[in-house]
């Protein structure tokens, strides 16, 4: 059974440091995963997803990257600024399933000071 | 394009009621997933709809269901409410077929409160 498992839980750090979120997977069998940001009380916001032939995304500030032997991910966020305060959610999609079903972590929730 | 809705956005029910959560999905997806979100559990993946037929479910007790209407549009369904189904339920919406069209898409979510 798939476990996604996010560390630190929590992060606070001043601006314009740049930092690294980490997401471990049990079940290196996945067909893509998915980065998403949550602002307190909100929906997700997709922030980048890389499918399992991909080492590596990049959006913006963003870069995420994947090594499913280790069964690891990372998201770097560079320049870090006070908007980008928000719990920062990875998720899995499993290779031999069927559908869309996600499998999530519980979040790093960042806290960016100005 | 406009986004995933839910509606509505908040709910407070009684124990024992039944409650319908309703997700309209982006224009031209045809899936469309029900997470459940709880401080304790976080996200959990409840079931997913494509083409009116359920593709995929979790671990949930059969006091919750779903349907998909023929214009993509879902709805949810708990029965006999209880305390723990306090929770934000969010939609996502995605292609939900062919290579690469997985990525998913979260509308703002319903806040479910049961007293």
């Known amino acids: 059974k798939q476990e996604v498992t996010q560390i630190p839980a929590a992060l606070s750090v001043p601006e314009g440091e740049n930092l690294v979120l980490n997401c471990s997977f049990t079940?290196?069998?996945?067909?893509?995963l998915q980065w998403f940001r949550q602002d307190p009380g909100k929906g997700l916001t997709s922030l980048l997803l890389i499918q399992s032939s991909q080492r590596e995304q990049t959006s913006g500030r963003l870069n995420a990257s994947l090594d499913k032997s280790s069964g690891r991910s990372t998201l770097y966020i560079a320049a870090s600024q006070p908007g980008d305060s928000a719990t920062y959610l990875c998720a899995a999609r499993g290779a031999h399933q069927a559908g869309t079903a996600l499998i999530f972590g519980k979040g790093t929730t960042l806290s960016v000071s100005s | 394009k406009a986004g995933v809705t839910q509606t509505p956005r908040y709910l407070i029910k009684t124990r024992g009621q039944q409650v319908t959560l309703s997700c309209s999905p982006i224009?031209?997806?045809?899936?469309v997933s029900w997470y459940q979100q709880t401080p304790g559990q976080g996200l959990q993946f409840l079931f997913e709809y494509f083409s009116e037929t359920q593709r995929n479910k979790g671990n949930f007790p059969g006091r919750f269901s779903g349907r998909q209407f023929s214009n993509s549009r879902s709805e949810m369904n708990v029965s006999t409410l209880e305390l723990g189904d306090s929770a934000l339920y969010l939609c996502a919406s995605s292609q939900g077929q062919g290579v690469g069209s997985y990525e998913q898409y979260f509308g703002p979510g319903t806040r479910l409160t049961v007293t």
């Open positions: 079940d290196s069998a996945i067909y893509n």
């Open positions: 224009s031209g997806h045809r899936s």
